[in-house]
């Protein structure tokens, strides 16, 4: 008999959860097992937490030398740069210059950065910079102190190979959960389609809305569980790359699409660029939708979503 076998785990920094539908709970644990085995190796590759993974060479290498890497890094930042194209910036993966320093969101932040220090770092934040050369596969960051990272990417990236993974081990149904960035496929085990849950960004723990999905990834980028109060109005972790500065008037935006790795990666895009600019986006690009909710409650949807 079919049933479903769970295993949460800290991955990436991230509470993951995978879920693996099998009649035989030894072979789901063996299937979790390797998926769990696949993220953690893509997280010593696009960790900046360590000296030694390829994106830490690249960043300690910038204004210097192109560094050689994988070609899986490789393809990783080239999609990266193309979604940069797309978004017209709004998405950019050599934040790594305004990150940390200024804005590390804990309750002892109290007031705003120097919007001087700011936009000093802010030149470093361009992913024009970034140089790709296919041949050698390297990569090249033309300013000193430019640093890339995968923090708008990596997670969905990490979902999309658990599954892929799954599935070439015969895994049917499950789901690959990165801390609210998931990707479904298949179905339950009582045969019907997963049910996910849209949090609702005033009561992160309970959902608005549901929806029913299979053989789809869902990313959500909200201001509810990462912020900071600073003069009564409320600041969220996602940061402007154009601006340096955290974003304000919209709640969540989550999007839905076959990839995880392209749902992750335009959760913040859509949440940065003004809702009018961001549905026009998402309308044009086939099987990407998202529904956005702004400070006043009011919600967006694209136009082939259907809202229970």
């Known amino acids: 008999m079919l049933r479903e076998f769970r295993k949460p785990q800290r991955l990436m920094g991230n509470a993951f959860e995978i ?3 099998d009649e035989s709970e030894k072979n789901a644990y063996l299937h979790i097992d390797a998926a769990v085995a696949e993220i953690q190796r893509i997280e010593n590759l696009l960790t900046t937490f360590s000296e030694n993974s390829q994106t830490s060479l690249i960043n300690n290498n910038a204004g210097l030398e192109p560094v050689k890497v994988d070609r899986e890094v490789f393809d990783l ?3 990266s740069v193309r979604i940069s194209r797309i ?11 305004i990150d ?28 024009e910079n970034i140089i790709l050369n296919s041949r050698d596969q ?16 990596g997670k969905g990236y990490a979902a999309e190979m658990a599954k892929r993974m799954l599935q070439k081990r015969g895994v049917e149904s499950g789901i690959v959960n990165a801390s609210g960035d998931l990707t479904a496929w298949g179905v339950q085990s009582n045969g019907k389609p997963w049910t996910i849950g849209i949090a609702d960004p005033d009561y992160s723990g309970q959902p ?29 972790h996602t940061i402007n790359p154009k601006t340096g500065m955290p974003v304000s008037g919209i709640k969540s935006v989550t999007i839905f699409c076959p990839n995880a790795e392209i749902a992750d990666a335009m959760a ?8 009018k600019a961001a549905l026009d986006l998402v309308n044009q690009i086939h099987q990407l939708e998202c529904i956005i909710i702004d400070d006043d409650n009011t919600v967006y949807s694209s136009q082939n979503i259907n809202l229970q």
Do not use: C
């Open 19 to 21: 879920t693996v539908v």
């Open 77 to 79: 930042i080239e999609r």
């Open 87 to 97: 978004t017209d910036g709004y998405f950019d993966i050599s934040y790594g210059g």
């Open 100 to 127: 940390k320093g200024f804005w590390n969101f804990d309750r002892n932040m109290k007031q705003l950065p120097d919007p001087k220090t700011i936009k000093e770092h802010l030149k470093l934040v361009n992913y």
């Open 138 to 153: 390297s990569v090249f960051l033309k300013e000193q102190g430019m640093r890339i990272g995968f923090g708008g990417i």
């Open 208 to 236: 608005f809305s549901y929806m029913n999905i299979t053989d789809m990834a869902v990313a959500t980028s909200g201001n509810y569980e990462k912020f900071v109060m600073i003069d009564g109005k409320k600041y969220s």
């Open 268 to 275: 913040t895009p859509v949440g940065i660029m003004g809702i």
